[in-house]
């Protein structure tokens, strides 16, 4: 089974602030130099391809411009939130208040063993470019839909492997706007979890800004029947060809949330246009332009049953971001099986 990381979804929530969207985004084009849009519909940024609209959408190119904008937003207390490549989130269908970034920036560096990447970097095209340079390590990274920044975000890993096993350090944009690069000890790496994910106190969410890997040299060609054999195995096991967000939920101890979810006779499972896979059961499609309460509703209704039949309470791997106030009162369809 494979567990997608977090999306790279920090937000910043600034308390009972109020901006005028137009004027904030002429402010930011004119001091950072990137073009902002307003209410720009979230749904084609992510994988599950379901979502509203972005107050403000900017795209950071680079590390300094993701500095810029996130400086900006803190320096007036507006909500930010930092978009990757959209895997392992659902938005909301209000969409998301404040600023949205998505995150481009994308170099690599390689030095002897280490590689370094920004946070922009897809983890499948880092996997790739480790096995043309002879390293090996990051192979598993081919089965993770998101970026290197939500990927330490989540301690993201597949096919046994994980970020931790890898990961040397990350330079984290901190609140108060300096920068500071941290070991792996600091991080509190943990199944699927890290210290990113906790803010300390009123204290805005730290920012992974790059994160440095160490591998080991082998030959090209062998690491790269490791990453067909991955590739292959996704092919085989899950649903690839339809809009989902990763793996829904984590693994409970010592056991597997697909085979709860199979095991508890829901596959195929319908609300609206989500459905619970026929091919990986701890996997939600939207294979007939569902709504993001579709795949709330249908996600608990899974957790609820799964704990009325095997005692178990499953935690959710996705994310559930934006604004979802409300979105319980609005009348939703029963469950299809």
């Known amino acids: 089974m494979i567990d997608a990381p977090s999306p790279l979804v920090q937000p910043m929530t600034a308390t009972g602030s109020t901006f005028d969207a137009r004027a904030l985004g002429s402010d930011i084009q004119r001091r950072v130099g990137v073009k902002t849009v ?10 599950m391809r379901v979502g509203g609209p972005a107050d403000l959408f900017v795209v950071a190119h680079n590390v300094f411009e993701l500095r810029s904008l996130v400086r900006f937003a803190r320096s007036r207390a507006v909500p930010l939130t930092l978009l990757g490549r959209g895997s392992d989130l659902v938005v909301a269908d209000a969409g998301i208040r404040g600023i949205v970034v998505q995150v481009r920036a994308e170099a690599i560096a390689i030095d002897g063993d280490r590689v370094t990447a920004q946070a922009g970097v897809p983890m499948a095209r880092l996997a790739t470019e480790t096995q043309k340079a002879g390293l090996t390590g990051l192979e598993f990274g081919l089965a993770i839909p998101g970026t290197v920044g939500g990927a ?13 096993d890898r990961i040397v350090s990350a330079t984290l944009l901190l609140a108060d706007g ?9 991080l509190g790496l943990a199944y699927r979890d890290s210290r990113l994910k906790r803010p300390r106190g009123d204290i805005p969410d730290e920012v992974v800004l790059a994160a440095t890997f160490r591998l080991e040299a082998a030959d090209p060609a062998t690491i790269k029947d490791r990453l067909d054999d991955i590739r292959h195995w996704r092919q085989a096991h899950q649903p690839l060809g339809l809009p989902s967000a ?3 939920f984590r ?13 508890a006779g829901l596959k195929g499972t319908r609300i609206g246009g989500a459905v619970v896979s026929e091919k990986h059961a ?17 996600a608990e209704h899974v957790r609820a049953v799964v704990a009325e039949r095997f005692s178990v309470e499953l935690v959710l791997e996705i994310e559930f971001v934006g604004d979802w106030s409300g979105w319980a009162d609005v009348g939703g369809e029963e469950p299809l099986t």
């Open 282 to 298: 701890n996997f939600i499609v939207n294979d007939q332009k569902g709504t993001a309460a579709d795949v709330r509703r249908l």
């Open 178 to 186: 300096s920068e500071a690069t941290i070991d792996r000890a600091e």
């Open 246 to 248: 990763g793996s829904v």
């Open 251 to 263: 693994n409970p101890p010592g056991d597997s949330a697909g085979r709860l979810i199979e095991a």
């Open 152 to 164: 330490v975000w989540a301690n993201a890993g597949a096919h046994e492997s994980e970020i931790a």
């Open 38 to 47: 307003r209410d720009e519909s979230l749904a084609r940024f992510t994988t």
